[in-house]
């Protein structure tokens, strides 16, 4: 089970971005084709938990206070306040993410029918 991190929420995201960025790097082949099948899974895994950090920070977004958790904000032009737009986008980006976990599930499944060689 994973540890609560509250004290750490932006070196976890600074290391998670790492992460990424290393296995970007890695994946422009796979050297254990079976391997494959796992790599799906676990970014199916990741990309759910990245849309539950988006709705979460969302609704804090929306929840925050002007003069309690912020003190104001810089003349946006467009009667938008920086608050309500950031927890509308991180919502937006929350169903982008979810429609990439259904792609990458689909993928995940249609890669579970193919017999894998363990070595090339």
């Known amino acids: 089970m994973a540890e609560n991190e509250q004290h750490r929420q932006v070196e976890v ?32 895994a ?23 958790h912020y003190a104001g904000e810089d003349s946006r032009g467009d ?4 608050t309500v737009t950031a927890a ?10 979810s429609a990439a976990a259904e792609a990458l599930r689909a993928a995940h499944s249609a890669n579970g029918v193919v017999r894998w060689f363990d070595e090339l």
Do not use: I
């Open 46 to 68: 990741t990309v759910d938990d990245l849309e539950q950090v988006c709705r979460q920070l969302g609704a804090w977004h929306s929840r925050v206070v002007d003069g309690t």
């Open 88 to 97: 509308a986008e991180l919502e937006r980006a929350a169903a982008a993410l």
């Open 79 to 82: 009667g938008g306040t920086g």
């Open 13 to 44: 995201a600074r290391d998670l971005s790492a992460q990424a960025r290393t296995l970007a790097h890695s994946t422009r082949d796979v050297p254990a084709p079976f391997d494959s099948y796992t790599l799906l899974g676990e970014l199916v």
